[in-house]
């Protein structure tokens, strides 16, 4: 069964920096656009970063400019990198894949404050 473990997450400062790492198991992965969502507290689960298979990557505008999604096919991980945080950036950010399916993972937390 697909396994998708994030990791990588923590309390910052506004205008922090993290760096959100996911590895999905199973070989799909390499075939499959893999996206980050985030669960704020309160608010709907949200679509924050899309990569595809071949790297073409999209943003939410909430984040564009200030977040980076890449992917390694050989290691079977996606990554997020999160600068200039803002409080609002506050949630748990998953990975997940529709292409692949499966459960999803535990999220990892990120929390932005002064």
């Known amino acids: 069964q697909v396994q998708l473990v994030e990791s990588g997450g923590g309390a910052v400062r506004p205008g922090g920096s993290l760096r959100l790492s996911c590895a999905v198991s199973?070989?799909?992965?390499?075939?499959?656009?893999m996206q980050w969502y985030r669960q704020a507290p309160g608010k709907q689960l949200e679509s924050v970063a899309t990569?595809?298979?071949?790297?073409?990557?999209n943003y939410a505008d909430s984040v564009k400019g200030r977040f980076t999604v890449t992917r390694d096919n050989a290691k079977n991980t996606v990554v997020l990198q999160l600068n200039n945080l803002k409080p609002e950036d506050t949630g748990v950010y998953y990975c997940?894949?529709?292409?692949?399916?499966?459960?999803w993972g535990q999220g990892t937390q990120v929390t932005v404050s002064s």
């Open positions: 997940y894949s529709t292409t692949i399916g499966g459960p």
């Open positions: 199973g070989s799909m992965f390499s075939a499959s656009t």
């Open positions: 990569i595809t298979n071949v790297g073409v990557t």
